[in-house]
């Protein structure tokens, strides 16, 4: 197992467009968490998933975003309609232990 | 007030130093403290993480958390020049994660 695997890496799409991401967690950890990092800034919490179940979802998870985890394995991240704000990293990290997360690499989304 | 504050820098030293990079927090209820190390392009990796407050210390990382003045610190001895990255510190509320904006440091040789 090579750690938290994150794809496409970097995507450019129109406004307008929807768009999604896939997260491939580490095999043995049932937390999956997906963040949002704008430049200079610190990752934002966007939502976690404890095996398939979707357990919390933050504000800043609008009805334009829905994420998913079927039969707790990967995830993906499906942004509709997307918005020159939503330009930003998306990372994507697995835990076995609520403290000890492992991030992936990220998907650079910008949307022009 | 953000829940977390961290100084953004930049901050550049030379090769050896000692280096100290702090973050304040807001709620009192937060035990859990951890720093990430991000490099250009790439995810955080968890350097470290303390409950409540104290030292710990690994390698030349250390970390430290005083809880009576909601201050958290990271102090790295013998700098080196792959210690370039930025620095985020967080702590847990709830299931979520709260990040300073990060430091960056560079450190030359």
């Known amino acids: 197992d090579t750690g938290v695997s994150q794809d496409p890496r970097h995507k450019i799409t129109k406004r307008g467009q929807n768009v999604t991401f896939r997260c491939d967690p580490i095999s043995e950890h049932n937390r999956l968490y997906w963040y949002r990092q704008t430049l200079g800034q610190g990752p934002e919490f966007l939502t976690y998933?404890?095996?398939?179940?979707?357990?919390?979802k933050s504000r800043l998870l609008s009805d334009r975003f829905s994420a998913e985890r079927p039969k707790g394995s990967f995830s993906t991240l499906e942004i509709q309609r997307t918005e020159q704000g939503d330009s930003a990293m998306y990372l994507c990290?697995?835990?076995?232990?609520?403290?000890?997360?492992?991030f992936g690499s990220g998907t650079r989304l910008t949307v022009v | 007030q953000k829940e977390v504050e961290q100084d953004p820098g930049p901050l550049s030293v030379p090769e050896g130093a000692i280096v100290s990079l702090n973050c304040t927090y807001s709620?009192?209820?937060?035990?859990?403290f951890m720093w990430y190390r991000q490099y250009s392009r790439k995810g955080p990796e968890l350097l470290m993480y303390t409950y409540s407050s104290g030292n710990k210390e690994d390698g030349r990382f250390t970390a430290q958390v005083d809880k009576s003045s909601k201050y958290i610190s990271l102090f790295i001895r013998d700098s080196q020049p792959s210690d370039s990255a930025t620095y985020l510190c967080a702590t847990q509320a709830g299931t979520a994660l709260i990040f300073g904006k990060g430091t960056t440091l560079s450190v030359s040789s």
């Open positions: 709620n009192s209820a937060f035990q859990y």
């Open positions: 998933f404890q095996n398939e179940a979707q357990l919390e």
């Open positions: 990290a697995s835990s076995s232990l609520p403290t000890e997360y492992t």
